[in-house]
């Protein structure tokens, strides 16, 4: 079980709106940017696919944060119990070694709270053949994580409460993640090939941040619907849908679909208890 907590500057949500995404999971803050497409071969048929950088350095962060909003966070001085002064690079060890208030250090740049969500997790990591490419030439699988998550909402409280905090609502949903793509194919056409061997519906669905926000803030579900942020993951037709989650990812229905999925396929299948995530990136592409 992990919790995910979400910031941005209200009421105009500047980061969100460009895809940025600074959240707090457990004790770790990182940054999700788009990673850029080049490259890639987006084909119409993977609307709602999404390819994130995912940074861990505050000096990296803080960077995107000002080129974003023009809200430098290192204007007020982050400090410790004793009154010292955190520097940016050390934040994550001050984070880790539990002597700083980062959430109220954000709060003085308007960087607020703006969803709480905790995630019990079952992952399944896949190896799936290759179907389009000489396999004597090059990998022969695709690699992924498939990941059955059951959610629940909580209320916005103080991080120091959120083990008390009280939970609003549900929501189930199961997510595909590529780690590798096998036979020097693109991500985009590996996981054209992972959808068809699963039989994934790739029509998309809202992930869980989106839901909760459609269901508890929809004036911030608004504010990406006015941007081109929901229409460029799942087209002009489906405004109102959302995106999936992770560094290269679909929304599978439903929790009960994906399992099933899982059990039905004719694959080489192993549960892993390990919870990393592939694609992370040191870098920015903002």
Not at 262 to 278: D, I, M, T, W
């Amino acid at each position: 079980m992990f919790i995910d907590r979400y910031f941005d500057i209200s009421p105009s949500f500047p980061l969100t709106t460009k895809d940025l995404w600074l959240r707090r999971r457990d004790s770790n803050f990182e940054l999700k940017s788009p990673q850029s497409l080049a490259g890639n071969n987006i084909n119409d048929q993977l609307i709602g696919i999404d390819f994130y950088n995912e940074s861990t350095c505050w000096t990296d962060i803080a960077s995107a944060i000002k080129s974003c909003t023009a809200v430098d966070v290192s204007v007020h001085p982050l400090m410790d119990r004793n009154g010292k002064v955190i520097k940016l690079d050390a934040v994550k060890d001050a984070i880790d070694n539990g002597i700083v208030d980062v959430e109220e250090w954000l709060k003085r740049s308007s960087l607020t709270l703006f969803a709480n969500i905790s995630t019990n997790r079952v992952r399944y990591q896949l190896h799936l053949p290759v179907l389009s490419t000489d396999r004597s030439l090059q990998t022969v699988y695709h690699v992924v994580n498939v990941d059955i998550d059951s959610v629940q909402y909580l209320e916005l409280s103080p991080y120091t409460d959120v083990d008390q905090t009280k939970s609003i609502g549900r929501y189930s949903i199961g997510e595909v993640e590529l780690i590798s793509a096998g036979g020097g194919l693109s991500p985009s056409e590996a996981l054209l090939e992972v959808f068809s061997q699963l039989k994934i519906d790739t029509t998309s669905v809202r992930g869980k941040v989106l839901e909760f926000l459609y269901r508890f803030s929809p004036s911030h579900y608004q504010a990406l619907d006015d941007s081109p942020l929901l229409r460029s993951k799942l087209g002009d037709n489906s405004p109102l849908l959302a995106m999936g989650r992770t560094s290269s990812s679909s929304s599978v229905n439903s929790h009960v679909y994906a399992t099933q999925l899982l059990h039905e396929a004719a694959v080489n299948l192993f549960f892993s208890r390990k919870c990393n995530y592939g694609c992370k990136l040191s870098s920015l592409l903002v």
